[in-house]
């Protein structure tokens, strides 16, 4: 599954977080904002496999995360959220458990 409307930022530590568009899961056609806080982006995706999302590939860097979507991921202990409406700042980012409940 190559993503669109992903990308990634590196940080001035070296480490990257990763957005991407997926869809969700077990929702027809509705599609999620997932960010990933990891050493590089290749991890950053392996973290994404190993939760069960198999077939996720970063193509370009078309849409990179926003700053406040790198603060609220470096806040979180997981360093793992998503967001089914990204352009909606009253909705609050949540631990990836909750996705794949």
């Known amino acids: 599954m ?9 940080l ?22 997932v960010l990933v806080h990891a050493v590089n982006r290749q991890r950053a995706l392996t973290r994404l496999r190993n939760l069960g999302l198999r077939a996720v ?18 806040h979180h202990p997981d360093g793992l959220v998503w967001r089914e409406t990204p352009e909606d700042d009253t ?8 996705l794949l409940r």
């Open 91 to 98: 909705e609050s980012w949540h631990p990836i458990g909750a």
């Open 57 to 74: 590939y970063l193509r370009g860097n078309t849409v990179p995360p926003t700053p406040d979507e790198i603060t609220a991921v470096l």
């Open 2 to 10: 190559p993503v669109t409307g992903g990308g990634f930022t590196r």
């Open 12 to 33: 001035p530590g070296g480490s990257v977080v990763v957005a991407l568009a997926l869809p969700r899961p077990g929702n027809n056609g509705r599609r999620v904002r």
